[in-house]
T-cell receptor, first 111, second 110 residues
Framework: EADIYQTPRYLVIGTGKKITLECSQTMGHDKMYWYQQDPGMELHLIHYSYGVNSTEKGDLSSESTVSRIRTEHFPLTLESARPSHTSQYLC??????????FGQGTRLTVV | TQLLEQSPQFLSIQEGENLTVYCNSSSVFSSLQWYRQEPGEGPVLLVTVVTGGEVKKLKRLTFQFGDARKDSSLHITAAQPGDTGLYLCAGVSGNTPLVFGKGTRLSVIA
């Protein structure tokens, strides 16, 4: 069983609010990822990190930021939530060989 | 940007039928993974293939990595309703981030 945790599991928030989605893993993986996914659809890479103090933007990164101060922790922040941010957000960590382990996701609704 | 193309995008079959899902790219990958995702959950790793021509079996699922390490297939024998889900292939090469295909949504009808 994967040791990667996301909180909150569900979040309903008003437009314009700042939110932080938490992700922690206990597997010691250097690589971590954030993906956005609408139900049954493809995963879109938002941000990724290859280790402490290393962060890179993916395809959908322009409205969010991440930090990697500790190996196990990779939070995602939306500075000003909009209805278009309504989606499922998935965090993953992976071995250098590629096998990725996902959290259960955060279902975000912006009203 | 490396791309992984999956086909078919949707597949609806009767219980007991066989099926094959394909994952193709013009890029070479050092390893390729297959994941299965159920609604409301994160993808779960099924298998990793790393050697060109490699074949791995997981019960009724057979995974193959192409000789050139650019493509892979997933074959399910005698599909069951419990196989229903979104199947995703993903690959890694060098220092690039993990690349996912768009997925194949499989529905197995009892």
């Amino acid at each position: 069983e994967a040791d990667i945790y996301q909180t909150p599991r569900y979040l309903v928030i008003g437009t314009g609010k700042k939110i932080t989605l938490e992700c922690s893993q206990t597997m010691g993986h250097d690589k971590m990822y954030w993906y956005q996914q609408d139900p049954g659809m493809e995963l879109h890479l938002i941000h990724y990190s290859y280790g402490v103090n290393s962060t890179e933007k993916g395809d959908l990164s322009s409205e969010s930021t991440v930090s990697r101060i500790r190996t196990e922790h990779f939070p995602l922040t939306l500075e000003s939530a909009r209805p278009s941010h309504t989606s499922q957000y998935l965090c993953a960590s992976s071995k250098w060989s590629g096998e990725a382990f996902f959290g259960q996701g955060t279902r975000l609704t912006v009203v | 940007t490396q791309l992984l193309e999956q086909s078919p995008q949707f597949l609806s079959i009767q219980e007991g039928e066989n099926l094959t899902v394909y994952c193709n790219s013009s890029s070479v990958f050092s390893s390729l993974q297959w994941y299965r995702q159920e609604p409301g959950e994160g993808p779960v790793l099924l298998v990793t293939v790393v050697t060109g021509g490699e074949v791995k079996k997981l019960k009724r699922l057979t995974f193959q990595f192409g000789d050139a390490r650019k493509d892979s297939s997933l074959h399910i024998t005698a599909a069951q309703p419990g196989d229903t889900g979104l199947y995703l292939c993903a690959g890694v090469s060098g220092n690039t981030p993990l690349v996912f295909g768009k997925g194949t949504r499989l529905s197995v009808i009892a």
